[in-house]
């Protein structure tokens, strides 16, 4: 584990240390040194001495230069590498020193890549505030300890990291030591890779525990692990105490509730207590280290098909071999050429590839480091960071990655894309021009406002409504863009202009991400409606054959269409450019995209509404929010739209609530939310940042709803599945899988060999095999990386099982649709009754459906008193209760805060840990999604976030000028190759595309 902590202030530090003996006081039996290249340019080597370290802490060099003298400076950074603790056991318990050996040696070649990478200083140049230069030098001191603060066995090394380093030109200057914390645990993912191969050098075999790459030493069991372990527990339980669960949150915890160190008299009194214990325990240790020791003596690696390899590998052969044999990876090397490659060094392109395919599922360019990152967690053998580096490297060399433009003064590339997601993101925009002058004005727009207002009643429509409503009907372009701010009408403009479009004959067809969009547009728009996926799936086959009965089919049945794509912020790429290719193949009227730049991004790779707006399409704009009838929080919607959180915040001034010190903010919520009348419950919406908060705040409801009386009846105890989030990709490897889960099997092509049908995962096993159990009870052992690389039909669906009981009064919601009985996913339902094995729900449009034991809807709902944001999106309430966590480093950003603080018409109430905290994490975390373009520069998608006046001419927006692309980036669309997986010969081998519709089937 890697923990990292400031080092006080520059005038402070050192007589800190000095005064506490924290790191020199220990003993001469522990080891300290120095480190780094910094260390080597001052001549500082060997053991650290008292004073040289006070005077580096204090900013002074060797020769009594100062460094880094500014107000308030810090003196360092701690960085403390934590030896698992079953490798700690082995070397301080049991005695095998080389363990310690072994862990010296990862921290070192951890911070030597970390010097290279992540050491910094300010260069002032361009910008009196700095920029960030790389110098590839530290000055640190390295100081191993053995034991924990409560005396357990703990082997750990602190880095001290000294507040200065040197440029290029010699000059001695403040470290900028932003990267290191930025990317603190990126450095942690290096270490515990480093130090796995280190320990299976030594012949020992690891077991990956944690997400960051994480390790324990296979054969030392938990019973002696957790004895061994009360420092960890104590954290664990004031964590627990203070409502923290995040690792960022936990690190905190380390830091602040650190007792003073114990001081150890007779370390080898301490030594033989602690094999005392450990027999107690029924553990010595001594057969594992004797199996490890033979083991070692295999040797260095050597390719697969040297005679000596085959020799030494034995009983492992099966587990080498296997790798040369996976299914062909685009990324890495295939065929015969493999036998060329080492084991490490196959993994490695392995680990590389996968990836680069699970960061690009979710994002269209991503951190170069995020990559190297991802690659090491997989926890493949012999996987280390400067493999990684190195084949990222060579990736781009070759063309397989794509270098993002860098605007740094060093000329440091940062981030990368695919020229997958490049030619997407050009396709989609090609597809835009295509639209261009392509169709007819439904309406002239000198009809269209006596009209509108015609059909719109007694709900008169505003000037930006009748704008937008008057572009879409009157524009010569295929394709029309609507910017509308959260509460602006959008949903009554669109039945307005679906109206008039009726009036002249045409059909009217909504689309939207999700079933409860789905819903609003036919409750809300009155407009028939169906989710994107299911479209998509429905014509997309036909538009890219361009001919054959399936492109008939679809022609006709799209003939006069008029598609409406609401919230289309949170489409990802791929679906935006399926859309746009179907709405060109069969020449729709239109294809309006209605939505808010400014509110939550896709789930998957891209931003495809931010980029279209940057193409200067046809575009209305709705800059005037309606839903907002209190002053504060129409302040509040502002500020959030323009980015000021800070402002935001005062504006509600104590509506933002932190909890005193012991208190849990969730709680907190659920009482306020309780506390309401039932009148205000109905008004008060219940608003979690995450899946945790989420669970807790519905079962803390509904116990208090059950203490009120309000929840009848003993309750029906049911097991419910929630998905589990996971890539494609990451469904390939076994570590994805835990016993107790269930994979659905929903396509019989690309799913490992596997049928049809349901398995509840029993085990895996370290050769990557899961084991499996059918519906018939017959166990199934699979092999996930037997799944293509390259499918993308989502032929899998891993869920993971949790116990709820169902009252008579409980809000449900639905996890999956079920079309039949038009279930859809997110609607929410509420339980009638509950008697026997029978759950009685009605519907939100009304209907009584009876749910008998086996029906596979009771294993696809969940309570719903609380809901995510994405949930949120498109909905309205009157009042609203967000729970929000400061160290909740994701979910803690400014997209989700803007669309919380934006669904409510009143007001609405804040509780968190730590108010300041949080502030800070928002303004951190933008919560933007990437483009493949904008990475390279060839597109900018800063869009404004300034508002215009209302009226039809500001709605209309500016006048498009001069070309629209640069000629290197203007795209002829029937000369672009197909985008791997789009290929007829694809379409005509998978029945569906990816994001299928979830649907259950009404159980008999």
């Known amino acids: ?104 040696q990862a921290v070192k070649q951890t911070m030597a890549w970390v010097e290279k990478n992540f050491a910094e200083a300010r260069d002032r140049t361009r910008n009196p505030n700095g920029e960030p230069v790389r110098t590839g030098n530290l000055v640190y001191a390295l100081f191993q300890h053995d034991t924990s603060r409560k005396l357990d066995p703990q082997s750990h090394i602190h880095v001290v990291i000294a507040a200065m380093t040197q440029t290029a030109e010699g000059k001695w200057k403040a470290l900028w030591n932003g990267e290191l914390w930025k990317n603190n645990t990126v450095i ?122 085959v020799q030494e590998l034995l009983e492992p052969i099966r587990a080498a071999l296997k790798d040369y044999v996976r299914p062909a990876d685009p990324l890495a090397t295939n065929g015969l050429s493999r036998a060329l490659l080492t084991p490490s060094g196959l993994r490695t392109e392995m680990a590389v590839a996968s990836a680069v395919r699970i960061i690009g599922q979710r994002e269209a360019a991503f951190g170069i480091h995020q990559v190297g990152k991802t690659a090491l967690d997989l926890g493949l053998k012999g996987v280390t960071v400067d493999k990684v580096d190195a084949r990222i490297g060579a990736l781009l060399e070759q063309g397989q990655l794509i270098p993002g433009r860098s605007d740094r003064i060093d000329g440091v590339v940062q981030v990368v894309t695919t020229p997958e997601h490049l030619q997407q993101e050009r396709q989609l925009l090609a597809q835009i021009d295509r639209g261009r002058n392509a169709s007819q004005p439904i309406v002239p727009a000198a009809d269209v406002a006596d009209r509108l207002q015609a059909v719109a009643g007694d709900r008169s429509l505003n000037g930006e409504q009748l704008g937008a409503a008057t ?103 791929e679906q935006m450019n399926n859309l746009a290719t179907i709405a060109n193949a069969y020449e729709v009227d239109r294809l309006v995209m209605i939505g808010d730049h400014n509110q939550l991004q896709p789930i998957d790779a891209g931003k495809a509404f931010s980029l279209i707006q940057s193409h200067d399409p046809a575009m209305a704009r709705m800059d005037t929010s309606l839903r907002q009838k209190t002053e504060h929080m129409q302040q509040v919607a502002t500020l959030t739209r323009e980015g000021k959180f800070r402002e935001a915040f005062e504006v509600l001034g104590e509506r933002v609530q932190q909890v005193g010190k012991g208190e849990s903010h969730v709680e907190v919520a659920a009482d306020k939310w309780l506390a309401l009348s039932p009148e205000n419950r109905e008004r008060t919406a219940l608003y979690a940042s995450g899946r945790v908060a989420r669970i807790e705040l519905n079962e803390l409801v509904q116990d208090g709803l059950k203490t009120e009386g309000v929840l009848k009846g003993e309750g029906l105890g049911i097991t419910t599945l929630l998905q589990v989030n996971a890539t494609r990709e990451e469904l390939r490897y076994a570590r994805t899988y835990h016993a107790g889960q269930v994979l ?121 008193y609380a809901i995510n944001m994405h949930q949120a999106q498109g909905m309205t309430t009157d009042q609203g209760i967000g729970v929000m966590h400061s160290s909740e480093r994701f979910l803690s950003n400014q997209r989700l805060t803007h ?79 197909p985008l791997p997986g789009l290929t007829m010969e694809s379409m005509r081998a998978t029945p569906q595309l990816d994001l299928p519709e979830r649907n259950i089937e009404r159980s008999r």
């Open 471 to 573: 572009l879409a009907l009157s524009t010569s372009d295929r394709m029309m863009v609507v910017q509308g701010v959260a509460g602006a009408g959008k949903t009554t403009m669109i039945e307005a202009m679906a109206n008039v479009a009726r009036e002249e004959g045409k059909e009217v067809l909504g689309l939207a991400f999700a079933n409860k969009m789905v819903s609003m547009l036919r409750d809300d728009a009155k407009i028939e409606a169906q989710t994107v996926s299911s479209f998509v799936n429905a014509h997309l086959r036909g538009a890219l054959a361009g001919q054959g009965p399936n492109f008939e089919t679809s022609k006709a049945a799209l003939a006069g269409k008029v598609l409406v794509l609401d919230e289309a912020s949170l489409v990802a790429n």
């Open 744 to 864: 659905d099997v929903v396509r019989n092509k690309d799913a490992g060999g596997l049928s049809r049908g349901r398995y509840e995962v029993l085990r895996t096993n370290a050769r990557g095999e899961v084991t499996l159990r059918d519906e018939n009870g017959k166990r199934i052992r699979f092999d996930p990386s037997r799944i293509d690389p390259q499918a993308k039909n989502d032929a899998l669906q891993l869920s993971e099982k949790e116990r709820i009981k169902l009252h008579e009064g409980d809000t449900i919601r639905w996890t999956a649709t079920d079309k039949a009985r038009d279930l859809l996913n997110s609607e929410t339902a509420k339980v009638l009754s509950v008697s026997g094995e029978m759950v009685t729900v009605a519907t939100a449009r009304g209907e009584v459906i009876e749910l008998a034991a086996g029906d596979k809807m009771l294993e696809r709902l969940g309570l719903s």
């Open 188 to 309: 942690g993912s290096a270490y515990h890779a480093f130090a796995r191969e280190n320990m299976q050098r030594l012949g020992y075999q690891t077991e990956i525990t944690g997400k960051h790459g994480q390790w324990e030493i296979a054969g030392v069991p938990r019973a002696v692990i957790d004895p061994f372990s009360q420092r960890r527990q104590e954290v664990l339980e004031k964590a627990k105490e203070i409502g923290v669960s995040t690792p960022q949150g936990q690190d905190r915890v380390v830091v602040n509730t650190r007792d003073a160190k114990l001081a150890v008299e007779d370390k080898e009194a301490l030594r033989s207590g602690w094999q005392e214990r450990a027999a107690e325990l029924g553990f010595d240790g001594k057969d594992l280290v004797r199996d490890a020791m033979a083991r070692a003596q295999n040797g260095r690696e050597k390719p697969i098909g040297s005679p000596a390899r």
């Open 1 to 104: 584990m890697l923990s990292v902590a400031s080092v006080g202030s520059a005038g402070g530090a050192a007589n800190y240390f000095a005064k506490d003996d924290y790191y020199l006081g220990d003993g001469p039996g522990e080891l300290s040194e120095w480190g780094g290249r910094g260390a080597d340019a001052l001549g500082l080597s060997g053991n650290v001495t008292k004073e040289a370290f006070e005077g580096l802490l204090n900013s002074r060099l060797p020769d009594g230069t100062e460094v880094n003298k500014a107000a308030n400076a810090r003196a360092g950074v701690d960085f403390t590498f934590s030896l698992s603790k079953s490798a700690s056991i082995l070397a301080l318990v049991t005695g095998d020193k080389r363990i310690l050996e072994a862990h010296q």
């Open 899 to 977: 669309v919380m603080a934006t669904r409510v018409r009143e007001d609405i109430e804040i509780v968190t840990n730590d108010k300041d905290q949080l502030i800070r994490a928002i303004e951190r975390n933008p919560g933007d999604k990437s483009s493949a373009l904008e990475a390279t520069g060839d597109k900018d998608l800063r869009l404004d976030r300034g508002s215009t006046s209302p009226g039809i001419a500001s709605a209309l927006g500016p006048p498009r000028n001069g070309p629209v692309l640069p000629p290197e980036l203007k795209v002829d669309l029937d000369k672009l190759p």
